[in-house]
């Protein structure tokens, strides 16, 4: 301690360890900054933290169980409420993972407007998370640049699938529909405003002394703990393991496009913070050749069984009818089998794990979430932290309570 | 494509003792003869069915052995067949390696009237929470694992609400008295 200690009688000395007290103090769940309704028991001795335990669960309500319940098909919107930031990666997980099981094959360019809307998707989940985390420390101005950027992005999803946050784009067999005239040019069009929006983020907060100094050093995981612990997405590459599902087993033709993987070494909020700062950059870029590429074609796989046929076909050709009779009253039949889809979420590792042992309703569909693994690490990265510093670790692992709880 | 009919099903390899394709099920039953019980194939995913006694030392062996490197546990999840099925559920590991980029799925199959499956928290800690999901949605019981409590429902809650016999909105009606 700097103070001069000359003018304080003694008894007010600055007490600079342990109480050999203990006091349990229970965290949420309606903490603001415990992002929906997490409850966390923790132990402090003074303000240092000695121990953490999570309570989850308060957002239960059965969604693996309702899978089974419901035709495929239908188990789409499930997936909007999981991750509620990142939608159109939950949809995406779940469709593949029955298109495998069905074995189809998704036009390129239904691929290619996947890719796109899922990186922007990505850009809006971080850009919620920027918000949120800079507002748990302290910074609110920049929750306010954050989501003007996001409004963008829910727009452009808006105006594809008709929904903000549960967009439900994708289906079995490809998208709903095709992304509507004049799309490309407005992707165009955010996609030339945001790197100057991310300067902007970053002259708000990155060289901020404050914020700085709350997230370095805070939250440490080494490499080694953190893939024991399950850490996947920009939290593991926040501990400097460059590990993507994108690249390590690539979906939808990621392997086709040119993009990094931001890695820092840090391990800790900071590092996170970074790679999520620069996990944009890329997304961009990724948009942007997605963009390129984009041909005219069919949106739709050629498995009439599977795919409601298009509205004019429905009106003019009797097979067209009966088809989309079938599959809407009854549903289409999946071959016995497993799958486990895993795929780069804005958060990590999202794996659908699918069974079927035939006919139109799923055996068992279970979601490895990111969040809930992520979140499971928690109490090792607290230990010895101060409790002002849990709320910058949770902010950091960026959890969505809803793919928690599910 | 058209999509194919349930009764022809996936073009399934079913491999008993001796006669395994996948490198790491030949590994597997070259370290110990007990420890494969069937390999499956299919949809490019290679399942390994593994006697519910061996399963920590299975994982165990495939974490540290060079070549396989299973380092990332991705997921640990229950499956309930249905109540006359036998055996009845299912513990499916799904195993990742951080260096070779590869997956393989590993399955202990569990009888009804002895659900314990031995915990594998001491080869990944990542399984901690993961087994603590699956005794509460299914009641399987995972030996030595530090912690085991529901996680996701209430410390009360009566049932097992993902086995199938659990209806879905639950036992009796809703009430507010």
Not at chain 1, 50 to 55: A, G, N, R, W
Not at chain 1, 114 to 127: D, Y
Not at chain 1, 378 to 401: E, K, N, Q, Y
Not at chain 2, 6 to 22: F, N
């Amino acid at each position: 301690m700097s103070v001069s200690t000359a003018n304080i009688p003694p008894q007010f000395e600055i007490v600079d360890q342990p109480l050999d007290t203990q006091m349990t103090i229970s965290m949420g769940p309606q903490h603001p900054s415990t992002h929906g309704v997490l409850r966390l028991e923790l132990v402090l001795d003074g303000e240092s933290i000695v121990k953490t335990t999570p309570d989850i669960g308060y957002l239960h309500t059965g969604m693996e169980k309702l899978f089974e319940y419901r035709k495929y098909q239908q188990g789409i919107v499930i997936t909007d409420r999981m991750d509620y930031l990142n939608p159109l990666g939950n949809n995406l997980a779940y469709v593949m993972a029955v298109e495998k099981l069905l074995q189809i094959e998704i036009p390129e360019r239904a691929q290619i407007i996947r890719v796109l809307t899922c990186e922007l998707q990505r850009i809006a989940s971080h850009l919620v998370w920027l918000g949120t985390h800079a507002l748990d420390i302290g910074a609110m101005t920049v929750f306010f640049y954050a989501f003007r950027e996001r409004e963008k992005i829910m727009n452009l999803i808006e105006a594809a699938s008709g929904g903000r946050l549960t967009p439900s784009y994708f289906r079995i067999g490809g998208l709903m529909m095709d992304i509507p005239a004049g799309f490309e040019r407005r992707v165009k069009q955010f996609l030339d405003d945001f790197p100057k929006a991310v300067e902007e983020f970053h002259t708000l907060i990155t060289g901020n002394r404050i914020f700085q100094k709350r997230t370095q050093g805070v939250g440490y995981i080494s490499a080694e703990d953190a893939i024991d612990w399950g850490l996947s997405g920009p939290s593991l590459r926040g501990s400097g393991v460059a590990l993507d599902i994108r690249r390590a087993n690539p979906y939808c033709g990621y392997e086709n496009y040119d993009f990094e993987i931001p890695t820092e070494a840090d391990c800790d909020v900071w590092a996170r913070y970074l790679v999520r700062m620069r996990e944009m950059i890329e997304s961009h870029k990724i948009v942007s050749q997605a963009l390129a590429r984009l041909k005219p074609g069919s949106v739709k796989a050629d498995a009439p069984k599977v795919v409601l046929p298009d509205r004019e076909a429905m009106k003019t050709h009797m097979d067209a009818l009966i088809h989309h009779f079938l599959i809407v009253a009854e549903g289409f039949d999946v071959p016995a089998g497993e799958v486990y889809m895993p795929i780069e979420s804005s958060k990590g590792e999202l794996g659908v794990y699918v069974q079927s042992t035939g006919g139109p309703k799923p055996a068992r569909v279970h979601f490895r979430g990111p969040s809930f693994v992520n979140l499971s690490a928690l109490p090792h990265m607290s230990r010895g932290a101060m409790v002002a510093d849990i709320v910058a670790i949770i902010g950091s692992i960026d959890i969505v309570l809803g793919e928690i709880d599910r | 494509m058209e999509p194919q009919n349930p009764q022809t099903s996936q073009p399934e390899k079913e491999l008993h003792s001796g006669t395994a394709s996948s490198p790491i099920a030949v590994a597997l039953q070259r370290e110990n003869g007990a420890w494969v019980s069937k390999v499956v194939e299919a949809l490019g995913e290679t399942t390994i069915i593994v006697p519910r006694e061996h399963i920590a030392g299975v994982c165990a062996f495939l974490k540290t052995t060079s070549g396989f490197e299973f380092n990332f546990l991705s997921d640990l999840c229950g499956f309930d067949r249905g109540p006359e099925e036998a055996p009845r559920f299912e513990v499916n590991y799904h195993l990742f390696s951080t260096t070779k980029s590869h997956r393989v799925r590993i399955k202990v199959l569990v009888n009804e009237d002895d659900t314990h499956v031995p915990s594998v928290t001491g080869v990944w800690r990542t399984a901690n929470w993961h087994e603590r999901e699956t005794y509460d949605l299914f009641g399987v019981i995972f030996d030595n694992h530090p912690d085991l409590r529901r996680i996701l429902l209430p410390d009360d809650w009566q049932g097992y609400a993902l086995r199938k016999d659990f209806p879905l909105r639950g036992y009796e009606p809703y009430s507010l008295e």
